[in-house]
């Protein structure tokens, strides 16, 4: 009986952990996988973005979303940010290559679409937090 209270209890501890963690290296490892290109990645941009985690900053954990944002991405080149279903933000992006990864160039700043952009199955992340920025999880 105390043994299986006792796995029950590390089960549950590594679920609980695991909730609010995110390993950036299998994220970035699904990602190079991919071998994505300009025009790949561009291709997988297109469509509706849900946000879904943000980073803590000087942790590997992560918050739940606590707005109902959406990115939407369209084939020529424009975005709408938009928050509980009204657009707080519209304008052109560009796929922009910075040696080692991808980020996109905005022309009005936005903290959700900073960073680099990194792609595994229905998720984008876009890590920001090596220039001290947060990171933005979401889901197509």
């Given at each position: 009986?105390?043994?299986?209270?006792?796995?029950?209890?590390?089960?549950?501890?590594?679920?609980?952990?695991?909730?609010?963690?995110?390993?950036?290296?299998?994220?970035?490892?699904?990602?190079m996988?991919?071998?994505?290109?300009?025009?790949?990645?561009?291709?997988?941009?297109?469509?509706?973005?849900?946000?879904?985690?943000?980073?803590?900053?000087?942790?590997?954990?992560?918050?739940?979303?606590?707005k109902n944002?959406?990115?939407?991405?369209?084939?020529?080149?424009?975005?709408?940010?938009?928050?509980?279903?009204?657009?707080?933000?519209?304008?052109?992006?560009?796929?922009?290559?910075?040696?080692?990864?991808?980020?996109?160039?905005?022309?009005?700043?936005s903290?959700?679409?900073?960073?680099?952009?990194?792609?595994?199955?229905?998720?984008?992340?876009?890590?920001?937090?090596?220039?001290?920025?947060?990171?933005?999880?979401?889901?197509?």
């Amino acid at each position: 009986m105390r043994l299986s209270i006792l796995y029950m209890t590390i089960f549950l501890g590594l679920i609980s952990c695991r909730k609010d963690r995110m390993d950036f290296q299998d994220f970035v490892k699904c990602s190079m996988a991919q071998n994505l290109d300009s025009t790949a990645i561009s291709a997988k941009l297109i469509g509706s973005w849900t946000w879904k985690k943000q980073s803590i900053p000087n942790t590997n954990k992560f918050k739940d979303a606590d707005k109902n944002i959406k990115v939407t991405f369209n084939m020529d080149s424009t975005f709408s940010v938009t928050e509980n279903s009204n657009v707080v933000m519209q304008g052109i992006w560009k796929l922009f290559n910075y040696g080692i990864y991808y980020g996109l160039r905005t022309n009005q700043y936005s903290q959700y679409l900073a960073g680099g952009v990194y792609f595994c199955d229905s998720q984008l992340l876009f890590v920001n937090s090596y220039v001290d920025g947060l990171d933005n999880l979401f889901e197509k």
